[in-house]
């Protein structure tokens, strides 16, 4: 399935890159070749030879501006520049670093005129004045593909990201594994896997309660349940090294593999500390208050995605997907999105009135303290009574350690391809217009629910980039401040749900898995699960 959304994802970038551009170049959206009046207020106004370079403000009426690029701005344009004479002496030549003044379209045109934030220009029909002021007509570089530009930096800089994510994990990953092999030598992992083996052994039964899957799943589940991201990747990259070693089909996903995914892109956390830190830098009188909704929210998310996992491994796909849709009418498609949407229902209309009656007991601040804490000692306690029990047993902890962290490297190399593939195909998928499509399309079915438009972009990015998510949110948070009800809401969009595309990219990458089954499918799934009861909660406890 991943193999369809990856050549959606660009196809889709790509295709409405082009369309936009032809259709920018047909209506000569940036008036290229066109001359706009302005005027030149020298800094200097006896100096008007015509050698060097000059310093001088551009400024354009606002009611010029906007008939010539059918904008709506509501004051004058004043912009510091660089000048000097063309060789002829015919044409000033105007040159301008963007800024926080500069218009929203010349900003726009600087950064896909090949210098990032800056713009050149030429002004003709020059006139001047006793005062020191030189008036013209500006025409401006010609702008052309805009998008399919955008689109190609998008690409190269998602790649260049790829890597350094996948190399910033080695250091991480060697610490965690080293210190996982101390407690798996030393038999630590085995009794915790038989403690919580009443759960495991109805979410995993094809694995042995004490096999070293079941350990490095726990942890990683319990890593992500605190907020502890830089420690659960390592774990999880582990469960699923182990996991594959009772793979029979080395290239194809297992049921367990499926579940353990699910309930990762369902993004179950304590904490959300990431999203708690962007409130509280945007000066929330209340950081923490998106606890209570967004646990909420992963709850839901993780039981909708468990229980598809569970229901789609008792009918798997011997088919591929484009051949069994093939054989559907839109009315059966149509039957098959509306049971689902009803099972869904069932488990929000059942669970959400137990669940708000409850949230009215919780003190939480008292919440936010006691997790708080949790976070902030969990990682030196877990490594301190990892390597001390290890002592105890006797374990030789130095060199297990070592011989479990130089996996760590091999494992952050291996995902690099994986990573890369995925990261470049939303980076295309994005810059080239693709989500303002998908805005467009489930902008009715958002309001139905009762989400905000504004808050639909936040939606759509989470499951496919956690740096995309993260500075939308911050950008829809500056706008509309961090304890109003959109703000909260995006805030709790972030901390209910997870990066589902990159999640399954590394987890599957390391260990070259290419048939994903049905573990995209649960996720996504457990991603609307997610944003449909964070809108509810946030609606419920929020809504002005």
């Known amino acids: 399935m991943l193999n369809y959304v990856w050549l959606a994802l660009i196809i889709l970038g790509i295709g409405i890159a082009i369309t ?9 959206k940036y008036r290229n070749g066109d001359k706009l009046a302005v005027h030149l207020i ?14 001088a403000v551009l400024a354009v009426k606002s009611s010029a501006f906007n008939d010539f690029y059918s904008e709506k701005t509501t004051s004058d344009i004043t912009h510091d520049v660089t000048w000097s004479y063309d060789s002829a002496g015919s044409k000033i030549n105007v040159y301008m670093f963007t800024g926080n003044t500069t218009p929203a379209i010349w900003k726009k045109m600087a950064q896909v005129s090949g210098k990032d934030n800056d713009l050149m220009g030429s002004i003709s029909e020059i006139r001047h004045d006793s005062s020191g002021i030189i008036s013209g007509k500006l025409s401006l570089e010609e702008i052309s593909f805009i998008k399919m530009k955008e689109v190609t930096n998008s690409a190269l800089d998602y790649a260049g990201t790829a890597v350094e994510i996948a190399l910033g994990l080695i250091g991480i990953m060697a610490l965690w594994l080293g210190v996982m092999k101390v407690a798996e030598e030393a038999g630590l992992i085995n009794l915790i896997a038989r403690a919580v083996r009443p759960i495991t052994k109805k979410l995993f039964p094809e694995v042995p309660y004490d096999h070293p899957a079941m350990g490095s799943m726990i942890m990683n589940i319990s890593a992500n349940m605190l907020g502890l991201g830089n420690a659960a990747t390592p ?27 699910a309930i990762n892109t369902a993004g179950l956390t304590m904490i959300p500390a990431t999203a708690i830190a ?4 945007a000066g929330s009188s209340d950081p923490a208050i ?16 468990i229980t598809a996992a569970k229901i789609f491994e008792k009918f798997p796909l011997k088919k591929p997907v484009s051949e069994i849709l093939s054989g559907f009418s839109l009315k059966g498609i149509m039957k098959i999105f509306a049971a689902a949407a009803i099972l869904i ?22 919440l936010r303290t006691v997790i708080q804490i949790i976070s902030i000692l969990a990682i030196p306690m877990l490594i301190f009574v990892f390597i001390t029990y290890g002592a105890v047993k006797k374990v030789k902890i130095y060199e297990v350690f070592v011989e479990g962290a130089k996996e760590g490297f091999n494992v952050a190399i291996r995902i690099i391809p994986y990573l890369v593939a995925m990261l470049v195909a939303i980076g295309i998928f994005r810059a080239g217009g693709g989500m303002d499509f998908l805005i467009i399309i489930l902008q ?25 998510s993260l500075g939308i949110m911050a950008e829809i948070i500056a706008v509309h401040g961090p304890d109003s009800f959109i703000g909260i809401m995006v805030s709790t969009f972030f901390g209910s749900t997870e990066t589902t595309f990159y999640v399954l990219a ?3 990458g390391s260990i070259n898995i290419k048939k994903t089954r049905h573990a995209l499918a649960a996720g996504l799934l457990a991603d609307i699960a997610g944003i449909i009861a964070a809108v509810f909660i946030v609606r419920q406890l929020f809504l002005p």
């Open 42 to 55: 020298l800094k200097d106004s006896e100096n008007t030879n015509k050698t060097g370079i000059h310093d």
């Open 278 to 281: 962007v409130r509280a830098s």
């Open 235 to 261: 774990f999880g990259l582990k469960a699923m090294e182990e996991l594959n070693t009772l793979n029979d089909k080395k290239d194809t996903a297992t049921n367990s593999m499926c579940t353990f995914l």
């Open 506 to 508: 590394v987890y599957f």
């Open 345 to 366: 229902a069932i488990y929000f209309v059942g669970g959400f009135g137990l669940i708000r009656s409850g949230l009215s007991s919780i003190s939480i601040e008292t």
């Open 290 to 305: 998106i606890i209570g909704t967004s646990m909420f929210g992963a709850i839901c998310a993780t039981t909708v995605g």
């Open 444 to 468: 009715p079915f958002t309001e139905l629910i009762g989400m905000p438009a504004e808050a639909l972009p936040m939606a759509l990015m989470r499951p496919l980039s956690g740096s995309g």
């Open 20 to 28: 936009t551009d032809i259709s920018d170049k047909v209506e000569n």
